[in-house]
């Protein structure tokens, strides 16, 4: 038996996208550009690759990799999300992506795989946030890691349960994140 298998599909589909989330979080906070977002998609899925291919993985990470080399779904059946109005909403919908997939591996995977996924989003992140320049022309000028993307980070290091000061992380989700509809149950 997998690790896989003790998600539903839907679970699985959110703990599959939690790391796109974490790096969109990013790029939603401060949009880069055309030529900055192409280097933020990239290091998105950079880090995943190394991630989840690296020496030491855990079952979740090495299930996750099975599925990224596999035959990609049909996109008629993933679950269709709401669509985002601006970006603040698309930073909050994948912030909230992100807690729910952490929530469920937190809940349904053993300790070690809880903790390798947290490091797995964090990783996506940081690496989002130190792929392109922000507030310069042509490249020139601006600071590696904008204020609304330090923040952004902040935020999700919150999700994730770290530690501000030394990177340690806790869970910090006893119970499920609110859905939408105020229920406490996952969607």
């Given amino acids: 038996m997998s690790v896989k298998d003790n998600f539903t599909p839907d679970e699985w589909f959110k703990v599959m996208t939690g790391p796109g989330r974490a790096g969109a979080a990013i790029v939603a906070a401060s949009p880069s550009g055309i030529t900055g977002i192409v280097a933020e998609a990239q290091a998105i899925a950079g880090a995943i690759r190394e991630r989840v ?90 600071e590696q890691v904008s204020e609304k993307e330090r923040a952004a980070l902040e935020e999700l290091r919150g999700v994730l349960g770290m530690d501000g000061g030394t990177g340690s992380m806790t869970i910090t989700h006893e119970t499920p994140p609110v859905s939408p509809d105020g229920s406490g149950n996952s969607p």
């Fill in 53 to 142: 291919s690296g020496s030491g993985r855990t079952p979740l990470l090495e299930a996750m990799a099975a599925d990224l080399m596999g035959t990609p779904p049909d996109p008629a059946t993933l679950p269709q999300g709401e669509r985002a109005r601006n970006m603040d909403e698309a930073r909050a919908q994948s912030l909230e992506g992100v807690r729910q997939a952490v929530w469920l591996v937190s809940s349904k995977a053993s300790p070690e795989d809880a903790a390798a996924y947290r490091r797995l989003l964090w990783s996506v992140a940081e690496r989002t946030a130190q792929a392109a320049k922000e507030g310069g022309f042509l490249g020139i000028g601006g």
